[in-house]
């Protein structure tokens, strides 16, 4: 204990403080009054201009520092939000590391000044990087929690692969470790609160939810985010979880809700959520005022209420300090903060040059060919059952049977991959699977996995795409590997938030110290004849966009079994998006190359040599490119060099400039819409770097800017034809 107290009432216990020894007490002031401290000194800097952005945790101390104290840092998760300052004080992130990102420190240790004060991260204290998203968080602190529930029960799987081409590196669980995930109230009209809360409360996930109720949500209030403005009766009936609705201003109360909401978790009962009633004694942060919303008495009221105020009326008043005392503390604290701020503003700060570092894995770089051989080597015995294709043997599969082959080679040598989705599982009723051949995909793609692999890897996930990336998110930070399915592309917008704001960015917002290499692997396009607005739509260029995603777009068997390996083995997160017209085409299909065939990202093939014009293109408009090329020679003369790119984000620019400074005409063909579409930008590069080699202007081709309709006949008009890659190439050629 730091204080000057005298020991014979610093040792005692006071019946009136729930047995708490009077030096536990004081320890719990000490916390909440540093952390007070740190954001008032933070408030002075920001208004001296010598930071840029502050919110405060200023009323919540009592119910976070309850949490901290209930759990384990450094064994335990933790998925904090933005005001979670004394929680993460408790687990130990300094007030001078709090400082060091205020000002945008190089050695801020959180993210590098790459993200605001209070956005979370500690791989010490197995604090996950948070975002600024309200609620995104919920849904990795379940993955998380499934991923500690897979290590307890598969111990082969938390064993360290040495040899192995991902860094298997810090994989830690105890069997018994929770995770914390904080929110404010108004969080909860999120979907993905409800999402977590339906997965944890499904499977019956040590996640403890901490609803951090101060009544607003910057100027609204909660009655207008929640209906009858509490929470806890809207979730009652959730099976499984542990319920404690608390007075969050008092950290005794507080303590003591968590320790049982832990204890619930860990004997394995299930979830637990403590909604802690608290108050917003500063404004929702430094940009916000609150006066211009709040009544002058409630705003009174709420002052009255003041959880550092109460403690320390209440340690005075049981006898335990004195007035004097606690004001000496209290300056003492104050100026521990002050010399944080000091020091923190003399640091270094972070170079430009480092501006793109850590966007990707710096480990692994999927380009080069370390994911497994180049060389396809059939087997004698063909893999897989051959449900995926309907084809046995050793003879040519389609690209839907070689994905399938993929995935069960790379979960019988990786017991870390999970595979889940919308109707992934053979069924979920595992016991109908003795009279039923199981589903395994709406379109095949997963057929068998879970009759081979078993349920827990292999199973159904709630019909909600942000629950599948979310929790995605959650597996990978913990050293899982899940292989997730989005049942089409056209509904792969609700986990946009997800993929955009948290997936891509986990590593360069954490600076490199977290990472979330999951695949996603997502049915796309259309030429379905019938596919219609909602199954047959593109829009690859919308994530090639993301700085951290791979996007990767195979137009054959063979590369797809060979890229949804690089994907599998490669750290950083993949978007593999795969044809659904091209699944179980005649063109294309190839052999089973084995289980160590592996194509690297990045490397475009050359599908038809040709010297008049390049024509760059991917998918579906591989074999009608190549239908195109065909009758342009035959009909025309014109020798047609296409370009399959096979991989879209890292593309293959030294492949396109060989072949333009061959041929000097160039096409780039896609089925997504023309505008703003993935040709723009390589037309665009090509115009930029390569001019002079041009004798024509760059073309492009792609879709109508229309989504795709019903009725063939429309079909066939708004999207790319043969015929219309051959007007194109005859008019280019005669430029
Ligand atoms: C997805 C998302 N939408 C909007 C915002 C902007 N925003 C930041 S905080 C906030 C209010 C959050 O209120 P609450 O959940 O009650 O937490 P509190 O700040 O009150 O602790 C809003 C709307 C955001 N960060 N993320
Ligand atoms: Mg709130």
């Known amino acids: 204990m730091e204080l000057a107290i005298s020991s014979a009432r610093a040792s005692g216990t006071h019946p009136a403080s729930d047995e708490l020894t009077a030096q536990q007490l004081l320890e719990i002031y000490r916390l909440m009054f540093l952390s007070r401290s740190v954001d008032d000194r933070e408030i002075n800097l920001k208004r001296q201009q010598k930071i840029y952005f502050q919110i405060s945790a200023a009323g919540h101390e009592a119910l976070q520092v309850g949490a901290a104290l209930a759990l384990r840092p450094g064994y335990d998760w933790f998925f904090p939000y933005y005001r979670d300052r004394a929680l993460c004080l408790v687990l130990g992130v300094t007030p001078y590391e709090m400082m060091l990102q205020a000002v945008g420190a190089a050695t801020d240790p959180a993210s590098g000044g790459r993200q605001m004060p209070t956005h979370w991260s500690s791989r010490p204290l197995h604090i996950v990087s948070t975002s600024s998203s309200t609620a995104t968080q919920l849904l990795h602190a379940v993955g998380c929690a499934e991923a500690g529930r897979v290590f307890s029960r598969h111990p082969e799987a938390a064993a360290k692969a040495d040899g192995d081409y991902r860094a298997f590196h810090d994989v830690d669980f105890h069997g018994d470790e929770v995770a914390l995930a904080c929110i404010g109230e108004g969080s909860t009209s999120q979907g993905e609160f409800w999402e977590a809360i339906n997965t944890a409360s499904n499977q019956k996930l040590p996640v403890i939810f901490c609803i951090e109720d101060n009544g607003y949500a910057i100027s609204v209030p909660v009655e207008v985010n929640t209906p009858g403005g509490n929470i806890s009766r809207l979730v009652k009936n959730f099976p499984n979880f542990h319920f404690d609705e608390v007075d969050g201003n008092d950290p005794v109360v507080c303590l003591r809700a968590f320790q049982k909401a832990a204890a619930h978790c860990r004997a394995g009962r299930g979830p637990a959520l403590v909604h802690g009633h608290c108050v917003r004694l500063y404004s929702h942060s430094l940009s916000d005022d609150d006066k211009s919303y709040r009544s002058a008495a409630e705003r009174e009221a709420d002052l009255l209420c003041d959880p550092n105020a109460r403690m320390r009326t209440r340690l005075i008043g049981e006898g335990i300090a004195t007035s004097a005392e606690l004001d000496e503390l209290e300056r003492k604290l104050e100026r521990e903060a002050a010399e944080a701020a000091e020091r923190a503003l003399e640091a270094t700060l972070p170079s430009v040059e480092g501006i793109t570092a ?189 700085p951290g995603l791979r996007v990767v777009f195979p137009s054959n068997a063979l590369d797809a079994n060979g890229l949804l390996r690089t994907a599998i083995r490669c750290d950083d997160p993949v978007l593999f998006l795969e044809h659904k017209r091209l699944y179980r085409e005649t063109y294309g299909r190839a052999v089973y190359p084995g289980p160590e065939f592996a194509i690297p990202f990045g490397k475009a093939k050359v599908v038809r040599p040709g010297a008049d014009i390049t024509l760059i293109t991917y998918g579906a408009l591989v074999p009608r490119s190549l239908q195109a090329a065909q009758h342009a020679q035959h009909e025309h003369g014109i020798e047609t060099e296409i370009l399959d790119l096979r991989s879209l984000n890292p593309y293959d620019w030294e492949a396109i400039a060989a072949s333009v400074r061959k041929t000097h005409r160039v096409i780039v063909a896609h089925e997504d819409m023309l505008s703003w579409g993935y040709g723009a930008e390589i037309a665009a590069r090509i115009a930029d770097e390569l001019f002079d080699e041009l004798d024509a202007p760059v073309r492009r081709i792609g879709s109508m800017d229309t989504f795709v309709a019903y009725q063939p006949i429309l079909e066939d008009a708004i999207l790319p034809q043969p015929e219309t890659i051959l007007k194109a190439i005859v008019e280019l050629k005669g430029y």
């Not at 990786?414 to 039923?436: F, K, M, N, Q, T």
């Not at 056209?490 to 695949?519: C, F, K, T």
């Open 358 to 546: 850590h966007v990707y894995s710096e480990d692994l770089d999927p380009t080069r060919a370390v994911f497994g051989s180049e060389q396809p080597q059939p087997p004698a015995k063909a893999n897989g059952s051959g449900a995926a294709d309907g084809q046995k043997g050793a003879g040519a599969r389609t690209m839907a049977g070689l994905i399938n082959a993929c995935l069960r080679d790379e979960m019988r040598r990786d017991p870390r991959i999970v595979v889940y989705g919308e109707d992934v599982a053979d069924a979920s009723r595992a016991e109908a699977l003795a009279e039923v051949k199981g589903k395994g995909g709406v379109f095949k793609l997963t057929a068998g996995l879970q009759t081979e692999f078993g349920a827990e890897r292999v199973f159904n996930s709630p019909l909600a795409e942000a629950n599948i990336v979310g929790r995605a998110v959650g597996y990978a930070v913990r050293g899982m590997k899940p292989v997730v399915e989005v049942q089409f592309f056209d509904y792969i917008w609700p986990a946009m938030h997800q993929i955009r704001n948290e997936l891509a960015l986990m590593r360069w917002r954490s600076n490199g110290e977290w990472a979330a290499p999951v695949v996603l692997r997502a049915p796309i396009g259309g030429y379905l004849t019938g596919g219609a607005i909602y199954h047959s739509q593109s829009g690859e260029s919308i994530f090639t966009h993301l």
